[in-house]
């Protein structure tokens, strides 16, 4: 585990949008958290329901992509100006479920109820990471 050394408590709050049908995800996302200027946000909540699915699977370069009726079971990660690392649990009309990594490429079915919470003293980056590999959260204070 990484720790941030003297990283201080910090309060929150919260914001509640509803996306509408034909609403791309991660699009919508981003307008939001560009609105409002989200500097270390997550995803405190999600229920609805998407049409198209983007996903990138574990260990997988590639995007695969879903059509259908699909209700979200879950949707988790965390959001920042920079960018956002967003996975996605969905079952489809047989209660099939299968998830990944969020990718550009999901709509909306019939809603989406999302609430986001922001940690309101601290901010995400990402940059490289020598254990994973990866870019990789930073928290630092405000």
């Known amino acids: 585990m990484i720790m941030t050394p003297g990283t201080p408590e910090s309060g929150a709050r919260f914001y509640a ?13 981003r307008a939001f958290t560009r609105r409002h200027a989200l500097q270390a946000a997550w995803i405190a909540g999600c229920t609805g329901s ?10 997988r370069d590639e995007t695969t992509y879903l059509s259908g009726t699909f209700e979200v079971i879950s ?4 959001l920042e100006l920079a960018g956002e690392h967003l996975h996605l649990s969905v079952a489809d009309e047989h209660g099939v479920m299968t998830g990944g990594h969020v990718m ?7 809603t989406l109820e999302v ?3 922001e940690l309101t003293t601290l ?6 990471c020598p254990v994973s590999g990866y870019d990789e959260l930073v928290i630092n204070p405000r």
Do not use: K, N
């Open 17 to 29: 949008l509803r996306l509408l049908p034909g609403d791309e995800l991660l699009a919508a996302l």
């Open 50 to 59: 998407l049409t198209d699915v983007a996903l990138r699977f574990a260990a």
């Open 75 to 78: 949707l988790g990660g965390t």
């Open 104 to 110: 550009p490429g999901c709509t909306v079915r019939t």
């Open 115 to 117: 609430v986001i919470g």
């Open 123 to 128: 901010a995400f980056s990402r940059q490289p």
